[in-house]
């Protein structure tokens, strides 16, 4: 599918705020696939539809999470995690998305996962960093993406854990799973 075609989709699901934040995104992830060798097409694809559920009612993405099968403990967390799997569920049924690997990046937007993908990477990443994102910590992260891919991301976890520790809110495990994992594989 090819970006206008993809964007006009997108559009009318997204307020205009959060339409901005995925072209920013997409111009982000497009730039870092670029940089680290990921598929440029995959990562701007999977760029435009991250956050295509973002809008959607609570309650309908809690009944295609229990329809879908997709792992129940997403219920007992923040239903702001909940748009990621729900995004990659809806990519493929209503705009025909069906390449595994942008919808995995889709998927594994917010939370990451356990053996991330580079595309999974790049998009987490891009999504933390584009140039709509004003929050403490977030400028250390983009000067780690300049040169490691690896290091920006465990920074950028590493920030998010903390934020959610500081607020005493629990911390879905996927986040934690990607954290060490990528620790565990990377140089050091
Ligand atoms: N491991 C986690 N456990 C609980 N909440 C999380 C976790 N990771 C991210 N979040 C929260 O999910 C929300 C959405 O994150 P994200 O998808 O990155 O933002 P956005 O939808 O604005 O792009 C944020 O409030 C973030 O704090």
């Known amino acids: 599918m090819e970006r206008e075609q993809a964007l006009q989709i997108v559009k009318p699901q997204l307020t205009e705020h959060r339409y901005q934040h995925t072209l920013g995104v997409m111009g982000t992830a497009i730039k870092l696939a670029e940089k680290y060798g990921a598929d440029i097409k995959k990562a701007e694809l999977a760029a435009i539809f991250h956050d295509y559920a973002k809008f959607r009612p609570k309650d309908e993405m809690r009944q295609i999470i229990e329809e879908q ?81 690896d290091r920006a991301l465990i920074q950028s976890m590493k920030n998010t854990i903390q934020f959610l520790m500081k607020k005493n809110q629990p911390v879905f495990p996927d986040t934690f799973n990607a954290y060490n994992s990528i620790v565990q594989n990377s140089g050091g």
């Open 69 to 149: 099968k997709m792992p129940a403990i997403l219920l007992e967390f923040n239903s702001e995690l909940w748009h990621a799997p729900v995004g990659a569920f809806l990519a493929e049924k209503e705009a025909g998305i069906d390449d595994k690997e942008i919808l995995d990046a889709i998927r594994y937007h917010t939370s990451g996962r356990i053996g991330m993908t580079l595309l999974d990477k790049v998009i987490y990443l891009a999504d933390y960093i584009e140039p709509g994102r004003h929050f403490p910590g977030v400028e250390e992260v983009r000067e780690l993406a300049e040169d490691d891919l």
